[in-house]
């Protein structure tokens, strides 16, 4: 057990609907990461927030938005939902600033169907 | 930009026998390198990391990892392969000062019987 805990673990919906993922970090982690998991794009890094600041940003479409809350707990929206949108999404934390460290933990996924 | 390569989608191994799953990095300045392992139906774990030291790491399981700064390759070593290592393998280089990955496409490890 990571200690990042994503949910939901699978959800299922139609396009063009819109779905929230929450993620809650290791307890004393700062950073959130996304990434998404799909056969065709391997693992995609999303975005990164740090102590409730985005700091980095990756090929996040921009129907997808994701915030960090003052509690560090975090949710990436998936809205417009396409069929292509169908992935694993994975949040992952760590403790920042780390210079010599560097290491993620990774939660479950949350596993989207987009029908 | 940082990269990395895994140029096998797959490497077929009989258990008892060694395992090598290449990883080729593309940086600019000194490389943070990483192996992740991900089970089916699980999220990605951390095996190893190369920061600075020793060209030789030892992580998880076993597994340990060689950088080779001439040939720019990372590759992840284990001397005796075991039925329970088969699984998906990311190699991963920190892209800036906050810890971002970027991860190779992944190299599936399959041993057999």
């Known amino acids: 057990d990571s200690g990042v805990t994503q949910t939901p673990k699978h959800l299922i919906t139609a396009t063009g609907q819109r779905v929230t993922l929450r993620c809650s970090p290791r307890?004393?982690?700062?950073?959130v990461y996304w990434y998404q998991q799909s056969l065709d794009q391997g693992l995609q890094f999303l975005i990164q927030?740090?102590?409730?600041?985005?700091?980095a940003k990756g090929n996040i479409l921009e129907r997808f938005s994701a915030q960090q809350f003052p509690d560090l707990h975090s949710e990436l929206n998936l809205s417009s939902l396409e069929l292509g949108d169908s992935a694993l999404y994975f949040c992952?934390?760590?403790?920042?600033?780390?210079?010599?460290?560097?290491?993620?933990?990774f939660g479950e996924g949350s596993r989207l169907t987009v029908l | 930009a940082q990269s990395v390569a895994q140029p096998e989608d797959q490497v077929n191994v009989a258990e008892g026998n060694p395992l090598t799953v290449k990883c080729t990095y593309s940086?600019?300045?000194?490389?943070?390198l990483f192996w992740y392992v991900q089970y089916p139906n699980r999220g990605l774990q951390f095996l190893l990391k190369?920061?600075?030291?020793?060209?030789l790491v030892k992580g998880s399981y076993g597994f340990e990892a060689e950088f080779n700064k001439s040939q720019t390759s990372f590759h992840l070593k284990k001397p005796s392969a075991l039925v329970s290592d088969s699984a998906l393998y990311f190699c991963?280089?920190?892209?800036?000062?906050?810890?971002?990955?970027?991860f190779g496409a992944g190299t599936r490890l399959a041993v057999h019987p």
């Open positions: 927030y740090y102590n409730g600041e985005e700091r």
């Open positions: 991963a280089v920190r892209d800036g000062g906050y810890n971002k990955l970027i």
């Open positions: 190369y920061i600075t030291g020793d060209n």
């Open positions: 940086v600019s300045g000194n490389p943070y």
């Open positions: 307890s004393g982690d700062l950073s």
């Open positions: 992952a934390s760590s403790v920042v600033p780390a210079p010599s460290s560097g290491e993620l933990f």
